[in-house]
């Protein structure tokens, strides 16, 4: 049972438009969450992150949006950019046993920017 | 200088092997994970450890152990490979395990399990 989960696993968008990737999780303990971009034989780099307090967190041209209630949250980038064109994983933290941690992660959107 | 570094980045061998991947991270940083990347493309836990505290997803097998030689290497060690091992392993470190920890990840070893 998958508790992220991004339906899409390709978009393709022209440049100078707006990206949106979505990711849904099921479970409500979930507290912060974050966004990996991966390139072709490279690992995973950290991208952007919000806390379950926010409901919108902004970094230059990425923006991050959080709807607790839909379980849901999208990562928007404006302009999109060539240089964009990645997979991007959507993540989710909660405490599990003691104080540990652990990243959930979906299964990856590869977005295509056009030139 | 890479921060997070694995090695091999690519690994083929046949079923029934042992083999090693090793992980090394320059960046001082208490934890260190091992994921695998399955066929439906998910990062999923293997493994997390820091100096006091190992912790193991329950549905990794036992063939797989992490074997820690300091704080700054996590090597993942394989027995009995199968051929449902073959998937894309990445080693990642981070400073610690507070809410707002960022992951950095290797570059990946292509394992194939012939």
């Known amino acids: 049972d998958q508790q992220v989960k991004q339906n899409s696993p390709s978009l393709s968008v022209q440049e100078g438009r707006i990206s949106i990737l979505n990711c849904d999780y099921t479970n409500s303990m979930f507290d912060y969450f974050l966004w990996y971009k991966k390139y072709p034989a490279e690992g995973p780099t950290f991208l952007i992150s919000i806390s379950s307090i926010k409901d919108k967190n902004e970094d230059g041209r990425f923006t991050v949006f959080l709807n607790k209630s839909a379980k849901h949250l999208s990562l928007h980038i404006v302009p999109s950019q060539p240089g964009d064109s990645a997979v991007y994983f959507c993540a989710a933290s909660a405490v599990e046993s003691g104080s540990a941690r652990q990243l959930t992660f979906g299964s990856g959107t590869q977005l295509t920017v056009l030139p | 200088d890479t921060a997070v570094s694995q090695t091999p980045k690519y690994l083929v061998t046949q079923m029934g092997n042992d083999k090693s991947i090793k992980c090394e991270q320059n960046?001082?940083?208490?934890?260190m994970y091992w994921y695998k990347q399955d066929s439906k493309k998910f990062l999923k836990i293997m493994f997390s450890y820091n100096n006091k505290e190992l912790i193991i997803n329950e549905t990794v097998p036992n063939r797989f152990s992490p074997k820690s030689p300091d704080k700054a290497h996590l090597n993942l060690h394989i027995n009995s490979l199968e051929l449902g091992d073959s998937a894309v392993y990445f080693c990642?470190?981070?400073?610690?395990?507070?809410?707002?920890?960022?992951?950095?990840f290797g570059s990946g070893t292509q394992l194939s399990v012939l």
């Open positions: 990642a470190s981070s400073s610690h395990q507070a809410i707002n920890e960022k992951l950095f």
């Open positions: 960046l001082g940083h208490d934890t």
